[in-house]
């Protein structure tokens, strides 16, 4: 069973304008919870995790994630785009070990 | 400070050829993590290391995949007879281990890129 859904492949943003990436995972207990980054040829950082307490979560680059335990999400926002966060974003959760969801690519346009 | 490295960044072998990655974590991180990312897709997770202990290999794909840590620091994945299937980016993670297990905080070097031709 996929443990983290990630259901838009691909998003484009105009610079400037706000984002939000979503995420929804399957998992019965508390989950821990994590926002990856990864530019070509780069590899993974991590932006921001959840593991308890507040349900809003601060990140670094400007980013926040939001977990919703009725939803079963973790979606990241971001207020306003820049052209450098152009990246492929993971989610991921954290149980007997890290699962991954496909990822969404996101492109900024001028 | 220095980060996760992997060696080499890219590389290309022929079907059937034995392959060997190798990955230096982050100095003092006693958890090692390795992935394999097929394209477009998200890390899958592969198998891990406290120190010199492999203590999960159930995401290994085959027999041919063998992975080693025999000081607690620098590991190595080896793949042998490579098949098609095997090309992807394979990411090594590694974490100070806090006591969450898997929830610790992972950082990734930037993958080998292996291509089986």
């Known amino acids: 069973a996929q443990s983290v859904t990630q259901p838009d492949i691909h998003i484009t943003v105009s610079e400037g304008a706000s984002l939000e990436l979503r995420c929804n995972y399957s998992y019965g207990a508390t989950p821990y919870l994590f926002w990856y980054v990864q530019s070509p040829g780069q590899g993974l950082q991590l932006l921001l995790k959840y593991f308890s307490g507040d349900t809003l979560v601060q990140g670094i680059k400007g980013f926040e994630a939001e977990f919703k335990r009725s939803q079963s999400s973790f979606n990241l926002r971001k207020p306003s785009v820049h052209w450098s966060d152009a990246a492929e974003y993971f989610c991921?959760?954290?149980?007997?070990?890290?699962?991954f969801g496909t990822g969404t690519s996101l492109t900024v346009i001028p | 400070g220095a980060g996760v490295s992997q060696s080499p960044r890219y590389k290309v072998a022929k079907r059937g050829q034995d392959v060997a990655l190798r990955c230096d974590p982050i100095s003092g991180h006693v958890s090692l993590f390795w992935y394999q990312q097929a394209l477009g897709q998200g890390p899958e997770f592969l198998t891990y290391f406290q120190n010199e202990a492999q203590l999960d290999k159930s995401g290994l794909p085959s027999d041919r995949f063998f992975a080693e840590r025999p000081e607690g620091s620098v590991s190595t994945l080896k793949i042998q007879r490579t098949q098609q299937e095997d090309s992807a980016v394979y990411l090594c993670?590694?974490?100070?281990?806090?006591?969450?297990?898997?929830?610790?905080?992972?950082?990734f070097g930037p993958g080998t890129r292996l291509t089986v031709l």
């Open positions: 991921a959760l954290a149980r007997d070990q890290f699962y």
């Open positions: 993670a590694s974490s100070l281990a806090l006591g969450q297990g898997p929830a610790d905080t992972q950082y």
